[in-house]
């Protein structure tokens, strides 16, 4: 029977974190990662995230109908 991801993942991740020194490497590389991302601009923190342009069309929307513009009959 094939596992699933999920299973695999979390076996995957069983074995990395039983061994100290190898889940010591594994915390260094993905600290140097996100330093060399933040230093590239690839990762932003919360501060230089931008909001989120899909949905603001639909607050105007909602906000210019609720309250009401002209040959809106509300």
Known sequence: M???????ARRYRARRD??????RKYLEKERDK???D????TKKGVNELIRDTTRLP???LKI???QGFP???V
């Open 64 to 66: 210019s109908l609720s």
């Open 71 to 73: 040959g809106n009959s």
């Open 34 to 36: 996100w330093k060399k």
């Open 2 to 8: 094939s596992s699933k991801g999920a299973e695999i």
């Open 18 to 23: 039983a061994d100290p020194d190898r889940r």
């Open 58 to 60: 639909l607050q105007l």
């Open 38 to 41: 933040r230093e590239t601009g």
